[in-house]
């Protein structure tokens, strides 16, 4: 049976000499790859002791990336539910792409309202000239 890894462990191993990930449900120890990294330690440090896999994923890995994690595995997390576990980044990124959507949902509001505002415009002054 695999190992598992509580929250307290992985926020544990948080500083460079010394640092566990969690993607995906699973944890990996990146202590010795994080100088190897193409994508920089930085980005990797940031996400220690959270849960990296929305960052992970955003980058679009490849299959390469993803079959360098096997060998790093230290076990299944013990959650599933690791919603407080985001990163600051992972956080901001996601309030951006709410902002987003939500200012895409009050254009959808206004759009239509203004139309009708300048249809009723119209008709206003064009029979006023009549
Ligand atoms: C153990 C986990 C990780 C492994 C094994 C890994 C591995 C790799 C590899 C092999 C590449 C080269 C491109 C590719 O093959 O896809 C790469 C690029 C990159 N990685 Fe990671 N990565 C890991 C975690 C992360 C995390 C957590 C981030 C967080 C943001 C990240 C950000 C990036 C970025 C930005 C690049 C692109 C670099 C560039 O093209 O200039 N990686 N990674």
Redesign the pocket.
């Known amino acids: 049976m695999s190992k598992t890894v509580t929250a307290e462990q992985l926020k544990a191993h948080t500083t460079k000499n010394d640092i566990w990930?969690l993607?995906s449900g699973k944890v990996?120890n990146?202590t010795k790859?994080i100088d190897e990294?193409?994508?920089g330690d930085e980005?990797?440090l940031a996400?220690a002791g959270h849960d990296?896999t929305e960052?992970?994923e955003d980058?679009g890995?490849?299959d390469?990336?993803r079959a360098?994690?096997p060998d790093?595995l230290v076990g299944d997390f013990e959650k599933s539910d690791t919603t407080n576990l985001k990163s600051a980044a992972a956080a901001a990124q996601e309030a951006r792409a709410h902002a987003a959507i939500e200012q895409g949902s009050n254009m959808m509001y206004f759009v239509p309202l203004g139309l009708l505002g300048a249809y009723f415009a119209w008709r206003y002054y064009s029979s006023g000239s009549l």
């Open positions: 990930l993607i990996y990146v790859f990294h193409p994508g980005v990797i996400e990296a960052a992970f980058v890995h490849s390469e990336a360098l994690l790093m």
